[in-house]
C-alpha cells in the first residue's frame, strides 16, 4: 500500500499527465481542496477514459459504466472493481485502473459527494453509449452535455461550500460545464465526425452550436460572481478564460489558441 502523501504526490503527476487545461488551476488552489478537486477530476477523467475508448463497443462501455455506477453509488468495493477491469487491463489507461486510489486519497468530508456525482455521470454516460451518442434534439444535447460536463460544475459547487460556504447557483454552475462542454465539440467537430458521432442537433450547423457554447459560458460569467474566495475564483476564472479564447480564435479561423496564448492568460488572471 502506498503511504497517502506519496500517493497524493502519484495522484498529482498523473493529473499533469491527463489534464493540461485542469492541471494549472487545481495547482493554484490551497488544501484540502487541491486535492479534492484533484481527485474528483480524476475519478471522473477514469470514467471518461471507458465512454472515449476505441477499442471497447458501445454494448461494453454500457456494462462496464452502469457496472461502475452501482459500486460508487454504493460502498466502493476496490476487489469488484478490479475483477470488472481485468478482461480490459491491458487497453484501459492508468487513470482508469487506478479510480480506487483517487477515491482514498480524498478528504473524507466530502469523499461521499464524489462518488455519488461520479456514479451519476458514469450511469448518463452508459445511458449514451446505449443511444450511440445520436443528438437529434437541443434537449438531447442540453442532456448529453449536463451529463458530461454540467454535473462537474454541480459537484464543484458543493465543494466550495463545504470548503468555506461559498453559495453559488447550481443551474449556473451546470451552464458553466456546458460552454466548456460545446468548445470541446467544436474544437473535436471533425476528429468525431471521423469516427462516425456528431453533437449537432438536427437543422443546426456549426454557428449554432457557437451560439450555444457563448450563450452557456455567459452564465458561466454570472456563477463566478458569487464566488469571493481568491483561490476558487482564479480556478474558475482560467478555464472560463481559455474557452473563451479557444472560441474566439476558432471563429477567426485558427484551430486552437498557442501556448504561449495560454500562458499569457493564465498569467493575467493570476495577477488580477
Known sequence: MIKKTSLEKDAMRVLKQTSRTFYIPITLLKQPLKMTVGSAYLCMRAIDEIEDHEALDNSKKQALLNAISILLLNKFDQQAYNELLAPHKEI????????????????????????????????????????????????????????????????????????????????????YGRGLQAVNMLRNQEEDAERGVTFIPDGWNRDDLFAYASENLDKADTYIKSIHTRHILHFCKIPLALAKRTLSAMQNGKEKMSRSEVEETVDEIIKE
Open 92 to 175: 484501459l489507461p492508468e487513470v482508469t485502473l487506478r479510480l480506487g486510489e483517487w477515491i482514498e486519497v480524498c478528504p473524507a468530508g466530502i469523499v461521499d459527494k464524489v462518488l455519488e456525482s461520479t456514479g451519476v455521470m458514469a450511469k448518463g454516460m452508459a445511458d449514451w453509449a446505449a443511444r450511440d451518442w445520436v443528438v437529434n434534439t437541443e434537449e438531447d444535447l442540453d442532456d448529453y452535455t449536463y451529463y458530461v460536463a454540467g454535473l462537474v460544475g454541480v459537484m464543484l459547487s458543493d465543494i466550495w461550500e463545504w470548503y468555506d460556504g461559498t453559495i453559488t447557483d447550481r443551474e449556473l454552475a451546470i451552464g
